[in-house]
């Protein structure tokens, strides 16, 4: 898949319901080498800036589940692909808070505070007016695709 082609099956995904962090990493179910349930089940918890919490924002929380199939660290000795993985998940990271100001939902959603409730806002048109989470799930898969090159 192009880039393009991955930023938009990440908006797909997120329109059709999933959460942010679930869009990025479904995406890249071809590099993970999971079917997309197994990895929308493994990383259901992670939306809403974990658990809408509105903490780290779910599509950088995809970046960082795609990054351990991008560059492996399974080996606990192996300091070096640590390192590496590491290094990978600053590396987008900082791309995406240059890109977006922030890599903190709340803040990305202009929030002082998170709602207090875990309970998922329902993704109505007026949902998807207010909130920029399309373009950052779309922003996110870019970034991973494009060290996929």
């Known amino acids: 898949m192009t880039v393009e082609e991955r930023k938009q099956r990440a908006r797909e995904l997120f329109r059709s319901g999933y959460n942010c962090c679930q869009a990025v990493a479904m995406t890249f179910a071809d590099v993970i080498g999971l079917p997309e349930d197994e990895i929308a089940r493994l990383a259901s918890g992670f939306g809403g800036g974990m658990g809408r919490m509105r903490e780290v924002c779910g599509t950088v929380s995809g970046m960082v589940i795609v990054s351990g199939a991008i560059i492996p660290a399974t080996d ?24 977006n100001g922030s890599i903190i939902c709340r803040e990305l959603l202009g929030l002082s505070k998170p709602e207090g409730t875990p309970v998922p806002s329902d993704r109505t048109p007026e949902y998807y007016k207010k909130r920029p989470c399309v373009e950052l799930c779309a922003c996110a898969a870019g970034i991973v695709a494009k060290r996929l090159k």
């Open 76 to 99: 606990v000795t192996d300091r070096k692909a640590k390192t590496a993985n590491y290094a990978l998940v600053q590396e987008m990271a900082g791309e995406f808070r240059q890109a």
